[in-house]
């Protein structure tokens, strides 16, 4: 069946780095991704979104890549802040229907 | 922007009570969903709603139901609340078969 994953839970990071949060799926007929961040005790908010005809796409501070030959979805965040820190999870829509799948989650975790 | 909003952000309830949680939005989008989220389970669907009086079931239903009376209003029902039931509960809302807005979630615990 269908199914959305991560490649880690957890990545910890030094303040100022660059942080890549990586995310693989698996139905190639997947035709639209999304990044969501959620902090603690919060429900999760969106970051950024990417369609299957594009492979890459540049927001504030985030860049979200998108490899369809392999199956392969990334977040990366420039310049982490302490205010980066959260579970961040991503979500794919088959063309079959509007609800989204939903990988496990990667927590990431700045530390200053 | 819209603005989706869970009646309660934590719930204490008994087991065998019958729990009701409240999901408002206020930008008109047809879809609305319910889920749980558990540690190490991620995001699981219960149900789901594309229009006024409409429900679909979603990976988890058993134990659950909804009500979709409004278009702005989507309802999870727990017939009889049990321990399993103890879960962080999501609701979110969509329009055009995109991104998902979310509420902030109910912490329900069953004792």
């Known amino acids: 069946g269908e199914s959305v994953g991560l490649h880690l839970p957890t990545l910890s990071v030094q303040e100022g780095d660059n942080s890549i949060i990586n995310c693989a799926y698996s139905?190639?007929?997947?035709?639209?991704f999304i990044w969501y961040k959620q902090e603690s005790g919060k429900g999760p908010q969106f970051i950024i979104d990417?369609?299957?005809?594009?492979d890459k796409r540049q927001g504030q501070r985030v860049t979200v890549l998108l490899n369809k030959t392999v199956k392969h979805l990334s977040l990366q965040i420039a310049a982490t802040q302490p205010g980066d820190s959260a579970v961040y999870f991503c979500?794919?829509?088959?063309?079959?229907?509007?609800?989204?799948?939903f990988g496990k989650g990667t927590t990431l975790s700045v530390s200053s | 922007d819209v603005k989706v909003t869970q009646s309660s952000r934590y719930l204490v309830k008994r087991t065998g009570e019958k729990v009701f949680l409240e999901c408002v939005q206020d930008?008109?989008?047809?879809?609305m969903f319910w889920y749980r989220q558990d540690p190490g389970l991620g995001l699981r669907l219960i149900y789901f709603?594309?229009?006024?009086?409409?429900?679909e079931k979603g990976d988890i239903p058993e134990g659950y139901s909804v009500s979709r009376e409004k278009k702005e209003r989507f309802s999870l029902i727990l017939e009889s609340a049990s321990t399993n039931q103890t879960s962080m509960y999501l609701c979110?809302?969509?329009?055009?078969?995109?991104?998902?807005?979310f509420g902030s979630g109910t912490r329900l615990t069953v004792v």
């Open positions: 979500a794919e829509k088959g063309q079959a229907g509007t609800a989204l799948i």
């Open positions: 139905n190639s007929a997947s035709d639209y």
């Open positions: 990417i369609r299957s005809n594009m």
């Open positions: 930008m008109d989008h047809e879809n």
């Open positions: 709603s594309y229009d006024v009086k409409m429900k």
């Open positions: 979110a809302s969509q329009q055009g078969g995109y991104g998902y807005t």
